[in-house]
């Protein structure tokens, strides 16, 4: 591979590239849906609990666990009867900043989403109408509905917006990188400091990975041998939107292999080598893809410094959500 | 954006000018570059029509949701290309890019 010298960015243009990835002070919520407390612990305990499938045997958190930074550590997604799924679960960190949702962005809002997998035959195949009765024979549901929603019912209305308030919560914490952005010069070493200049001039990853989440949320076709057309069956007749899936952010991305929407690529240094050369050519392929003239140095310079991004949160698999009354 | 290129329809009320021809000078023009549009929140009458431009190097796709819900995809819009939409319901209009969802804008009409 060459090996041509290129310059090194001067403290002028280092610090215009660090101050795009500064962290948001404060979690955004909706007009529609504001913040409550009441409603925060409703939502994380309908998150957690098994009365969401139609089997009893899956939970959101089932495809969504905080171990495995809230995805599941697996190619692609189970659903309730064992049967495996066509895409990788996501990672719900940090989705209080999303715009559209799901891989292929078919649902615009987390309230939209949330209700989505419940139904899902092939996924927790629950009905809302029976989670409902299911929630109205629980004690314990219906002081918690009360309190998240005076005065209201407990409808999927209410189920998807209690949902959406625990997981606009989940923020994935601060990283060595985001230290580094304050200032601290010793929060990452040499290596991850040339590969964030890579990362945002030659390896043109931040054409997408932008921003403090490393998403602009936007929808590319990034070469993958898939047959899954993704959000071009969502929006037919715009050629560019074959095969193109949602980009997702980077945040504790060394945490959540395998990587790409099918799970097929294992490990983050197979992935920058995805992007190096390793992309199908197709007309549908982003014009953001393009061979990469990257050294053997700059790819490990990436890699080192993709897992500066990971944030030593809490790897409780869950609280004690017990509503003290048996399953109906 | 850039207000050079937006002229508010209301701005000069009262000037006698035939209808069609007064909309189709003034029609308002709201552009989108570096995957921002020019305004992100435009206040119109009923019935009058926006043109949206994409002054970008990449294609952009518009993605509408109309006040009563109903969505519509006006599909590629390519660098350099024009298209209008004519705000035939009173509400909020939800204009966003499919590919570059995170380029949104909202039109209330009045």
């Known amino acids: 591979m060459a090996c041509a010298a290129r310059a090194e960015p001067t403290q002028a243009e280092l610090q215009a590239m660090k101050a795009s990835y500064e962290r948001p002070k404060v979690v955004p919520f909706p007009k529609n849906n504001p913040f409550s407390p009441a409603k925060l612990a409703l939502g994380q305990q309908l998150f957690y609990d098994t009365r969401l499938s139609g089997n009893g045997a899956m939970s959101c958190a089932s495809c969504h666990n905080q171990p495995h930074a809230w995805g599941d550590g697996l190619p692609t997604g189970v659903g309730s009867k064992g049967n495996r799924l066509g895409r990788r679960s996501p990672t719900i960190l940090n989705l209080a900043w999303a715009e559209l949702l799901f891989w292929d962005g078919r649902a615009d809002t987390l309230e939209d989403q949330a209700l989505g997998p419940i139904q899902n035959p092939d996924e927790m195949n629950q009905t809302l109408p029976a989670l409902v009765a299911d929630l109205n024979k629980t004690p314990a549901y219906k002081k918690a509905f009360a309190a998240a929603f005076p005065g209201e019912a407990i409808a999927p209305d209410t189920i998807a917006k209690a949902i959406a308030t625990f997981e606009r919560t989940v923020v994935s914490g601060t990283a060595p990188f985001d230290r580094w952005i304050e200032g601290d010069e010793s929060a990452i070493d040499a290596s991850a400091k040339r590969g964030f200049v890579v990362f945002n001039t030659t390896g043109h990853c931040a054409a997408c990975h932008s921003s403090w989440r490393f998403t602009d949320d936007s929808f590319q076709d990034i070469g993958m041998r898939s047959s899954d057309k993704g959000r071009g069956a969502v929006i037919e007749g715009v050629a560019q939107l074959s095969f193109a899936f949602k980009t997702p952010g980077l945040r504790n991305v060394a945490e959540r292999a395998p990587y790409m929407h099918d799970g097929s690529i294992a490990t983050l240094d197979d992935v920058v080598a995805h992007y190096v050369d390793g992309f199908v050519r197709r007309p549908s392929l982003s014009p953001e893809i393009h061979i990469l003239p990257l050294t053997e140095r700059d790819r490990a310079d990436l890699v080192a410094f993709l897992k500066t991004l990971s944030s030593p949160d809490s790897k409780a698999s869950g609280p004690n959500l017990s509503t003290g009354d048996k399953k109906s | ?110």
């Open chain 2, 1 to 110: 954006m850039t207000f050079r290129k937006f002229v508010i329809l209301t701005a000069v009320g009262g000037i006698a000018i035939a209808g069609a021809a007064y909309a189709e000078v003034h029609k308002p023009i709201i552009g989108q570059k570096n995957k921002v549009f020019s305004l992100q929140e435009v206040n119109m009458p009923q019935g009058a029509t926006i043109r949206v431009e994409n002054d970008d190097n990449i294609v952009h796709t518009l993605l509408i949701t109309k006040p009563d819900g109903i969505r519509s995809d006006l599909g590629l819009q390519k660098p350099g290309e024009q298209l209008d939409i004519t705000l035939e319901q009173l509400g909020d209009y939800m204009v966003r890019c499919g590919i570059h969802p995170a380029m949104k804008m909202v039109v209330h009409t009045r």
